[in-house]
């Protein structure tokens, strides 16, 4: 209970803090400071109203069509669930298997190969990729549509808000091909996503079974007759992946922050391409709201994994 009480609190914490740094910000912003006998006074009166206004479900209207911030907010989200979703599976899917085919020969061919490559996809930025694959297999091979997250001939109802969920649970004649559209369109921002969290996991549980192996039950398990692959994945991945939970809620953070910028390279219509066209419109309302939503979003699944795993390793319940 002590430890569910110290994330609570710091949580309530942390997003009040984030609701008086937005306020300051864009306070200065839009508003030109009173004299100096009534700031304090008329930045407290307005904080208070804003926080009022917040604690009431109000986080602003959009400029453009009068559309309350917190509904466009939930609008936007299964887009962006979808892709962050899916790149954290793919990173996992793909990440494990590279990590151990690394390790079965330390510094051997592949375990070099594997290195170099990911080291080189993690030291370039997500928006380098985003825009040499939308070159390379959008506009260049002509493989993959350059944007968008379905085609407009295609008429299918928002129930979830996911565009894959919707074209299974759609009843039109044209819904099977609706979803491959939908998969079809999701390869490239999906994979340009995936690349750093996938090269992340692969560096680091490769760095971590590798420590792992040099310890002394994994000298005898070996030397008993064990295989290889028995001693990787019993005795070794289970501890090389604990190191990678534990940072878990820093890749959300970058997560995020990467998805803002493949949506608006891909158009996709999520959280992060709508916060850019919001700084586009210079809309501070609107813009106020959408990063306290946001950021109190990353701070929801931090603490979330924080929880999951203090859960389940019972040395940290110890």
């Not at 009534?38 to 959009?62: A, K, P, R, V, W």
């Not at 939503?293 to 203090?310: E, H, K």
């Amino acid at each position: 209970m002590g430890f569910m009480l110290k994330q609570i609190v710091r949580l309530i914490l942390m997003l009040w803090g984030i609701t008086v740094l937005a306020f300051v910000f864009f306070e200065v912003a839009q508003t030109t400071l009173p004299s100096e006998d009534q700031t304090g006074f008329t930045h407290f009166e307005n904080y208070q109203i804003f926080m009022s206004s917040m604690l009431e479900g109000d986080f602003g209207t959009l400029h453009q069509g009068g559309e309350p911030v917190l509904t466009e907010f939930f609008h936007k989200l299964p887009a962006s669930t979808e892709l962050i979703f899916t790149a954290i599976i793919i990173a996992w899917l793909v990440g494990l298997p590279l990590a151990l085919l690394a390790v079965k020969k330390p510094m051997g061919i592949t375990d070099r190969t594997i290195q170099l490559i990911g080291t080189t996809i993690y030291s370039l930025p997500v928006f380098w990729w985003g825009i040499i694959l939308l070159i390379m297999f959008a506009t260049g091979l002509e493989w993959f549509p350059v944007g968008g997250r379905l085609d407009y001939i295609y008429a299918i109802e928002t129930v979830t808000g996911s565009a894959l969920i919707d074209t299974l649970l759609s009843s039109k004649v044209y819904a099977q091909e609706a979803f491959w559209d939908a998969v079809y369109r999701m390869v490239l921002p999906v994979t340009t996503l995936a690349m750093l969290p996938t090269a992340y996991v692969t560096l680091q549980i490769r760095a971590g079974m590798e420590e792992i192996l040099q310890h002394d039950y994994m000298k005898s398990a070996k030397a008993r007759g064990m295989s290889i692959r028995r001693i990787l994945w019993l005795h070794g991945l289970p501890n090389a992946v604990q190191p990678v939970l534990n940072s878990m809620s820093m890749q959300f953070s970058m997560l995020v922050t990467s998805t803002i910028i493949v949506e608006f390279i891909f158009s996709w219509p999520g959280i992060g391409h709508w916060f850019l066209i919001l700084i586009q419109r210079q809309d501070y309302d609107a813009l106020r709201g959408a990063l306290i939503l946001i950021a109190s979003m990353i701070l929801l699944l931090n603490t979330t994994t924080d929880v999951l795993r203090y859960w389940s390793n019972p040395r940290l319940r110890r």
